[in-house]
């Protein structure tokens, strides 16, 4: 069955750096785009970076511009987020999410405090 | 103003209908987007429910009941997600979602209590 599995999540300081990874597995990854979505505790979603199933293009939120990095590795079936200069308020459960956000996985718990 | 408003909240018997509705803010056209929607029960990631532009353009999540079904109100400038024969397992919290100006845009969410 389709999986998305989010790893790479952990406690970072104010303006630290983090890769979040997403393993897929059930389908054939390269034929689909991706997107990051985030969480913060007890607050709605919001869309964080969208990847073209080749990578070719990408999309982020204005709120992680410049600071996040999307890619994958069709080889290896991953996606990938680089999160540089946290943030606060990038405090958040980071999932991974396949197309049109079916399915979701599990998501991975970013906490950015001193 | 947000792109996409949601009822902060919603509670109905079982067996009743609810009609949870997401409406586009003014100058986006809802008759040009597609409306996804998601479920999400607590400690647990969304679930995809189904997607709805038109009659022609609509597709419904795997394993998931007729009883959820997607619609629009032009004059209202909103997407409808009807929930008919509520279950105590339909609450949760709602989201709908569009895809405007290279990102994707969530509803600030509905959270539905079955009384």
């Known amino acids: 069955q389709v999986q998305l599995v989010e790893s790479g999540g952990g406690l970072v300081k104010p303006g630290g750096s983090l890769r979040l990874s997403c393993a897929a597995s059930?389908?054939?990854?390269?034929?689909?785009?991706m997107s990051w979505i985030r969480q913060a505790p007890g607050k709605g979603l919001e869309w964080v970076s969208y990847?073209?199933?080749?990578?070719?293009?990408?999309y982020y939120a204005d709120s992680v511009k410049g600071r996040f990095t999307i890619s994958r590795d069709n080889a290896k079936n991953s996606l990938y987020l680089q999160m540089n200069s946290l943030r606060a308020e990038d405090t958040a459960v980071y999932y991974c999410?396949?197309?049109?956000?079916?399915?979701w996985g599990q998501g991975t718990l970013v906490t950015v405090s001193s | 103003q947000a792109v996409l408003t949601q009822p902060s909240s919603l509670s109905a018997s079982p067996g009743a209908s609810a009609s949870l509705t997401c409406t586009l803010r003014?100058?986006?056209?809802?008759?040009?987007?597609?409306i996804y929607w998601y479920q999400q029960k607590p400690g647990s990631p969304p679930q995809y429910l189904l997607r709805y532009k038109s009659d022609s353009d609509k597709q419904q999540g795997s394993g998931v009941p007729s009883r959820f079904s997607g619609s629009k109100d032009a004059s209202a400038n909103a997407g409808i997600l009807l929930i008919s024969g509520l279950q105590s397992e339909d609450e949760a919290d709602y989201y709908c979602?569009?895809?405007?100006?290279?990102?994707?845009?969530f509803g600030t969410g509905t959270k539905v209590t079955v009384l």
């Open positions: 990847i073209s199933s080749s990578g070719s293009t990408i």
């Open positions: 999410a396949r197309g049109g956000m079916n399915p």
């Open positions: 003014s100058g986006i056209n809802v008759g040009t987007y597609r």
């Open positions: 059930g389908f054939t990854f390269s034929d689909y785009y």
């Open positions: 979602m569009i895809w405007h100006s290279s990102a994707y845009v």
